[in-house]
């Protein structure tokens, strides 16, 4: 048996002893080769930005994505609505925040790939929406609306695309909504008096054209498509780049493939390939989705001589000797410093820096002693700067953002020759945390908070600390910006990054996230303080409202060691009744309140992911009843169940393969498979004759919900079954019994329209559509307007024992400490066994909200 008590003690203690072992190529710096550095030549004399809109992570097309940034060279960025918060997590336990921040950074990474630029409104992914209308009355439209303005203005896009088009075909009421949003904002972001006070910082900007990436699957038909697609306009994406030795499908699969969380791996295609769009607003292209735009150097007042040299760059290149054409870029760059200030000005400075720096194989770094460090503590910095070229350059001096002085050398940086050093410096004492901007503040359901207008839509915190390097590369000043990391030698893995963060000095957690009192009886919360610093003295404490107490009321801690911890438990008496309550810890150091924990988000493909999340939980006194003790639990895709059901006295077996078998099965009065199983765990094909053996003999089999897709048997059932994309997406929806008499319904918890308030983000999803009569469906509930969808609990008796399927989401509803959830739960693993099920009751409906 498997024990979840400490799981968040783990968190804290993994993150602040030691890195989480990783290979972070993620973090790694860019040391592009010598076709990389003649693709981002060609790049140079390019002047033409594309951005491509949906609503999550995933739904960018990136083979156009890598078609626009490598072939055609333009500027391409994806502006994602949201972060993805509110779909499921194939990977781990994470979801909504958690998950929001997994798949930032799988987007960051899919864009190092396919080289485009990544952007993000405010609008939070609170789950599926069924139409547009839906996701505006949760989001705030004007919010949104002005975050795609701001992205429009500050990228400038010449052309705009969406991934669908503003009706019912998008399939999702985020998808619609994205692109009912593109449609305004293509006309907004030009029109000064919308959103007039973002032009503080920007001006106003009016692309070209707005198109939708449209396909077959749009049309009712194959003959329809291709009667309507005469009028499309068609760009050949399958192309094959000898520079980078992959075709632009290739690409793009790889670029896929870093969705990881939501199992998007994707095999490279090569050979033609068609991609369609349709003209929706701004002056209709009729062969070239550029026509009439202007992306010359020549569109630049003076900028002809920068085309020309910049040319003469890319014609006498040698891939074997890349800085030989670094004397005709720098005459390029002192004729581009030469123009008047504009964007591309901006833009192409940057690039031509960028382009300089790797032609010279010119490697600068500054790497951390530790991963983290706290407001007023010393840290250590080691320097590295090495010139790899005959290209004379001089390091004049180092600049760091926390600090108003530089770190002056004025060495000469030689041929090969590496220049490396340490020093000690201090974190000021009123830097904060390194909180993910838009989790600093507490949002809506809809809608993250963002303080500052200009970290609106970036993708990331700006590092915790950069390091200017600031060079003389043939009498030429040059600015070079690299974010400062923490970097260890890893036995395995060698060479490992994680970026560098500030943590407040002192880390508080309770165990669990959701306490479960099922009776009067007190309970005892375990709370971790870990020292984020060395010498961190104080208090901890519980915070609870009226009727609620603890004991003792507060427990002294005293900690030497930065990463020491200390472990104390507190008594929590509930009151009288059913009630909820916040819990909340926070500790006392030096006359100031702490309240926060650390967390890392640890995979393989992404940098390594702090958080601090508020020292809070959820305390439930809970009317409740159960039977039986010992539940087995097949892990599917990930959840948090296993620990909700020992919050309520059971003890849960995580099992194990070989487990899956009679003589262990029978042991327990009820066997749950977690949300996907039969999606993810390949192995339940061959254990299914097992699992149906175990009801057969008088056992509770539950079944969580599945994906009518990629099942690993059709025959997940005793009787005929068939999934369906069929849910219920209002999490307040009306739900009505329709076998009210049944025992699910009744024992040992009379259930009531009151059990299915407070619930989150849905009801269900994936519910079954068709099933046999040997099924019973117990609940009913639907969206507004739609049909009833009957198929989120259905039961089956089977021998002796009883076979639930169900679609309602439990997975989200039991870890957020829903009451009416865990009493309904606890009655499916009660369900009378060993006997015929009586009383199941009249069809006639008992409606309840």
Not at 33 to 39: D, E, F, G, M, T
Not at 242 to 264: C, D, N, T, W
Not at 547 to 554: F, L
Not at 810 to 827: E, S, T
């Amino acid at each position: 048996m498997r024990k979840y008590t400490f799981r968040f003690f783990v968190l804290l203690l993994v993150a602040i002893l030691q890195p989480i072992m990783q290979q972070v190529i993620a973090q790694t710096p860019n040391k592009p080769s010598s076709a990389r550095i003649l693709q981002d030549l060609k790049k140079l004399n390019v002047l033409g930005t594309v951005l491509y809109i949906a609503a999550h992570p995933d739904d960018e097309n990136t083979r156009l994505i890598a078609y626009f940034g490598n072939e055609q060279h333009y500027r391409t960025g994806y502006l994602s609505v949201t972060r993805g918060d509110g779909g499921q997590n194939l990977i781990g336990p994470e979801i909504r925040e958690g998950l929001g921040i997994i798949r930032t950074q799988e987007l960051l990474q899919a864009r190092r790939i396919d080289g485009g630029h990544q952007f993000f409104t405010r609008a939070n992914d609170f789950g599926f929406s069924k139409n547009p209308q839906e996701t505006f009355t949760i989001w705030d439209k004007e919010q949104v609306l002005a975050d795609m303005v701001w992205a429009i203005r500050k990228f400038r896009p010449d052309v705009m695309i969406t991934r669908f088009p503003p009706d019912e075909r998008a399939g999702h009421g985020h998808h619609t909504a994205s692109a009912i949003l593109a449609e305004e904002a293509f006309e907004a972001a030009g029109n000064p008096k919308r959103f007039p006070e973002q032009l503080k910082y920007v001006e106003v900007w009016q692309p070209k054209r707005l198109l939708w990436n449209t396909g077959v699957w749009s049309f009712k038909s194959p003959e329809e498509f291709e009667k309507y697609g005469k009028t499309l306009t068609k760009i050949e994406v399958g192309g094959y780049n000898p520079i980078l030795g992959k075709s632009y499908g290739e690409v793009a699969a790889e670029s896929r493939s870093m969705h990881k969380s939501q199992g998007f791996g994707s095999t490279g295609a090569r050979g033609t390939s068609i991609e369609y769009l349709q003209h929706i607003k701004g002056e209709k292209a009729d062969q070239n989705l550029f026509e009439g735009i202007n992306t010359t150097w020549s569109k630049v007042k003076g900028g002809e001589q920068v085309q020309r040299l910049i040319q003469k760059a890319i014609a006498t290149y040698n891939p074997s000797e890349p800085a030989a054409v670094v004397a005709t870029l720098l005459d390029a760059r002192k004729a581009l410093d030469k123009l008047p200030a504009s964007n591309w000005k901006t833009v192409k400075l940057q690039e031509i820096d960028k382009v300089i720096q790797h032609a010279m194989g010119l490697y600068l770094e500054v790497t951390a002693s530790d991963f983290a460090a706290t407001p007023g503590e010393p840290v250590k910095l080691n320097v590295e700067a090495i010139n790899r070229s005959a290209v004379p350059a001089k390091l004049q001096s180092i600049k760091y953002s926390f600090a108003s002085q530089d770190s002056a050398t004025n060495k000469a940086l030689l041929n090969n020759q590496p220049l490396k050093y340490s020093f000690t410096t201090t974190i000021p004492a009123t830097m904060p945390a390194s909180q993910p901007y838009w989790l600093q503040e507490k949002g809506t359901l809809g809608m993250f908070a963002v303080a500052s207008q200009q970290n609106v839509g970036l993708p990331e915190n700006k590092p915790a600390v950069q390091a200017e390097f600031i060079l003389q590369i043939s009498g030429q000043k040059l600015n070079i910006t690299v974010p400062v990391v923490y970097k260890r030698t890893d036995p395995v893995d060698g060479e490992v990054y994680r970026p560098f963060v500030v943590t407040p000095p002192v880390f508080v957690a309770a165990s669990e996230q959701v306490y479960m009192f099922a009776t009067q009886e007190p309970k005892p919360v375990n709370v971790l303080i870990k020292a984020g610093k060395e010498n961190v003295a104080g208090n901890v404490a519980i915070s609870l409202p009226k009727g609620w107490r603890t004991e003792p009321a507060t427990i002294p801690f005293n900690l030497k060691a930065k990463g020491a911890e200390q472990q104390v438990q507190f008594m929590v008496f509930p009151p009288k009744g059913q009630q909820e309550a916040i819990l909340k810890v926070i500790a006392t150091v030096d006359g100031k309140t702490y309240d926060k924990g650390i967390s890392t988000i640890s995979y393989a493909h992404i940098p390594a992911q702090t958080t601090f999340p508020e020292a809070t939980a959820k305390a439930v006194k809970l009317d409740l009843e159960k039977k039986g003790d010992k539940i087995g639990y097949i892990m599917g895709a990930g959840d948090e169940i296993p620990v909700s059901l020992q919050q309520i006295g059971y003890e849960v077996s995580l099992l194990k393969d070989a487990e899956i078998n009679p003589k262990r099965l029978k042991q327990f009065d009820a066997v749950i498979l977690g949300v996907r199983a039969y999606n993810t765990v390949d192995r339940l094909k061959h254990h299914q004759p097992a699992l149906m053996e175990y009801v057969k003999e008088g056992g509770n089999l539950i079944v969580q919900y599945n994906t009518n897709h990629d099942l690993v048997t059709n025959e997940i059932a005793p009787y005929s079954l068939k999934l369906s994309r069929d849910r219920v997406t209002v999490e307040d929806s009306e739900v009505r019994f329709i076998k009210p008499n049944h025992p699910v319904l009744n024992a040992p918890n009379k259930i009531t329209k009151k059990d299915f308030e407070g619930w989150v983000q849905e009801r269900g999803l994936y519910f079954p559509n068709e099933w046999s009569p040997e099924f019973e469906a117990i609940l009913s509930a639907n969206d507004p307007g739609e049909p009833a969808r009957n198929g989120g609990l259905l039961i089956a008796k089977y021998g002796k024992g009883n076979y639930i399927y169900t679609g309602y989401s439990w997975f989200r509803q039991l870890p957020a400490g829903v009451p009416g959830a865990y009493r309904l739960f606890a009655n499916l693993i009660s369900l009378e066994k060993n006997k015929e099920n009586a009383g199941t009751g009249s069809a006639e409906n008992s409606s309840i909200k």
